[in-house]
C-alpha cells in the first residue's frame, strides 16, 4: 500500500453530532417534523441533496438555500469541535512507514483549507482533494483526476471512510475501502464492508 484516502467529515473530523444539531435547528424554523439522532445516521446519504429530500420540502425551500443556511452555520462551528480519539498517532503512524496520506473530501477546498488550518493537521496530508463549491457532491471525479495526474495505480490506494458514499468512490476509483463505524452513518449499515471502531484498528490492517 502506497496511498491512504482519508475523509474528512465523520472520519478525521467528529462532526456528525453537530450537523445532527444544526439540522433539528433549520427543521424547527421550516417548521418540519424532528429526527433523533439514531434516525439521522439511518438516512444520512450522498448526495446531500437526496438526504435533504428525505426531511425537507424542497419545493418550499430549495436545496440550494438550505445548503448555504447550513455551511453558514457549520464551518464557524466547526472549528470548535475535536478530532477523532487516535486519528493523528494513525495517520502519523502510516507516515513513518512511507505512505502517503492525501485528503479527499466533498466539502468545498477553502473551507477544508481554513479547518485543517485550524486544528493544525494540514501539513499531515501531502495532498488536499476538495471540491468546488458547497453541494457536496460526489468526489469521484475529484479523486480519479487526481490518480490519473500522478499516474498512481488503484489498487495501491485504500480509502478510509465513514459513509456507504466512501465505499461507492472507492468502487468507482478502484481501490479498496475501510469503513469508520463512529461517523454520520449508523454502523448497522457499513456492515458489508470492512470497518473500524478505532482507528488503532487500522494498524496491522493495511
Not at 421550516?30 to 450522498?46: A, D, G, H, Q, W
Not at 438550505?66 to 502510516?94: C, G, M, N, V, W
Amino acid at each position: 500500500m502506497k496511498y491512504i484516502f482519508w475523509d474528512f467529515n465523520g472520519t478525521v473530523l467528529d462532526d456528525a453530532r453537530l450537523c445532527y444539531d444544526i439540522l433539528i435547528e433549520m427543521l424547527k424554523e421550516e417548521e418540519r417534523p424532528l429526527v433523533t439522532f439514531e434516525e439521522y445516521l439511518m438516512i444520512f446519504t450522498f448526495p446531500v441533496e437526496a438526504y435533504y429530500a428525505k426531511v425537507y420540502d424542497l419545493n418550499k425551500t430549495p436545496f440550494v438555500v438550505l445548503a448555504h443556511r447550513f455551511i453558514d452555520r457549520y464551518q464557524p462551528r466547526s472549528l470548535s469541535l475535536k478530532l477523532h480519539p487516535h486519528i493523528i498517532e494513525t495517520i502519523k503512524y502510516f507516515e513513518a512507514k512511507g505512505i502517503t496520506n492525501v485528503l479527499l473530501s466533498a466539502s468545498e477546498v477553502q473551507n477544508l483549507e481554513e479547518q485543517l488550518k485550524h486544528y493544525g493537521i494540514r501539513h499531515m496530508f501531502k495532498y488536499i482533494l476538495g471540491t468546488s463549491n458547497i453541494y457536496a457532491k460526489s468526489k469521484v471525479s475529484v479523486g480519479k483526476a487526481f490518480i490519473e495526474e500522478h499516474h498512481i495505480n488503484p489498487q495501491d490506494i485504500v480509502m478510509i471512510g465513514d459513509t456507504l458514499h466512501d465505499a461507492e468512490v472507492a468502487s468507482e476509483l478502484g481501490c479498496d475501502i475501510i469503513l469508520f463505524t463512529g461517523g454520520h452513518q449508523h454502523p448497522s449499515r457499513l456492515k458489508k464492508y470492512k470497518n473500524i471502531s478505532d482507528f488503532r484498528e487500522l494498524i496491522g490492517k493495511i
